[in-house]
């Protein structure tokens, strides 16, 4: 072989001649994914379902947050409330004019009134009842004659409170023996 022959060769392996073309497969163009319309249906009531579920979120987690204020603004005030009612008690026993008892009582009435209204309730710790160990914390047990009083609350120290049927304070008691 001579070199022309193999230039010849060579070129005829390099260049692509007209079969070599045809026989080749052009490349496909690249795939568009193409959406329906239930596909957007789909999308779209995804998102408004994402949607809809965050902003119901950020209302829980908004009504969490001001129950927690009013929770410890509540708990603050709940001294006071005792110190009132203490001092309606012995009013009652000195001699004060009726009148001042009286408004003292109407004050006390319209801050239990407010406080209700924010989901404020008393826990019921009557004398005779059996004590409920989440409502009731027991300070200690003394001897009662009355058979019938053993086991029970003979004495409420403190009053109880639950916020939104979540007991912030449980009722302070003395039980008998």
């Known amino acids: 072989m001579t070199l022309k022959e193999k230039e010849k060769i060579q070129k005829k392996k390099k260049a ?8 080749s497969k052009p490349s496909p163009p690249p795939k568009v994914e193409k959406t329906t319309e239930p596909d957007w249906k789909e999308k779209y009531i ?7 579920n965050s902003q119901k ?8 947050r001001s129950l927690m204020a009013n929770k410890a603004f509540i708990l603050d005030l709940l001294p006071i409330i005792d110190d009132l009612e203490r001092a309606i008690d012995n009013l009652q026993a ?16 319209n801050l239990h009134d407010t406080l209700s209204q924010r989901g404020l309730t008393p826990i019921k710790a009557d004398i005779g009842q059996e004590p409920n160990p989440e409502e009731h914390r027991i300070l200690s047990q003394l001897p009662t004659k009355d058979e019938q009083l053993q086991g029970k609350i003979t004495e409420v120290i403190q009053k109880g409170y639950s916020l939104h049927q979540q007991i912030i304070r449980p009722a302070q008691v003395i039980t008998g023996k």
């Open 57 to 64: 979120r950020l209302a829980r987690e908004q009504l969490t």
């Open 94 to 109: 000195a001699n004060v004019p009726k009148e001042t008892q009286k408004g003292l009582t109407l004050i006390l009435g």
């Open 46 to 52: 995804r998102l408004y379902a994402e949607n809809e």
């Open 16 to 23: 692509p001649t007209d079969q070599s073309i045809k026989k």
